[in-house]
């Protein structure tokens, strides 16, 4: 089996990486692919909260530490896909052997969706470096996107393909930077835009993805929309905008 490892990465904390895997990982399963998601924010877990995972007995820091087996750490959710979840404790583990890991896991799911800390940090470094690809997740606002250039750039020093950037927590208001600022400013592609909705903080509280609490919600139609890109089964526009970026010297950062 042909398995496909991305990271879900930002600059900034908040923007939703957490919240998207888990939501992700759930429509990728309703489009029939086997999925495995990882929690690798070793240092601030919470992943696993948002799969009603807690305390579980072996997870990616006892596997890193050599204290369990990978076997051990792979929970079956209730929607079908995997988890790998990580501690909520004060991690003492670093992500140095993350790669192994990886290596022993594909082959045996179609998607690995990696979430990680915020930030460039060794941490998230290891991540990428495990993947084929990232999801740069950032919200429509000159901090977030200004960071998220520098894990753009920390990919592509790892060699490491940017499926594209998702603009989560859209609100349609006027101070937010346009479609068009972010693509120019990030030299890359928005494959979606999520809107900022209750829905998504409604299905937090109620442990469930947000497809699963209300299916035609704006947020669960994107995402749906977005896992099926991934697929290959949805087509995914080359925006005219980055074309013209990459052709003008000092906007492609
Ligand atoms: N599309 C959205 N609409 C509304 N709230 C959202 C959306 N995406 C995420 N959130 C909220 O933002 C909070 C932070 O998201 P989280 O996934 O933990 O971010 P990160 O993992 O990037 O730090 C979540 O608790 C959730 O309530
Ligand atoms: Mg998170």
Known sequence: MMTEVISVISGKGGVGKTTLTANLADALTKQHKSVLVIDANISGANLGLHMNILN???DLN?????????????YSHASG???IPASLNMASENMRGFKDVISGLVGHFDFILIDTAAGADNEVKEAIAA?????IVTNPEIPA???????????SNLGKPVKG???????????????????????ENIISKIPYHDDVKQSIVLGKSVLDYKSTSPPSVEITSLSRKLCGLEEQKDSIFKTLASKIPGLNR
């Open 56 to 58: 579980p007995e072996a």
């Open 62 to 74: 006892s596997v890193l530490s050599g204290k369990s087996e990978i076997a051990n750490a792979i």
């Open 145 to 155: 996107v200004s960071n998220a250039a520098l894990v753009k750039r920390l990919a």
């Open 165 to 187: 950037i998702v603009v989560n927590m859209s609100r349609g208001e006027y101070l937010e930077l346009s479609d068009m600022d972010i693509i120019k400013f990030l030299g």
């Open 81 to 83: 896909f995997h988890v």
């Open 131 to 135: 993947s084929d690809s990232v999801l």
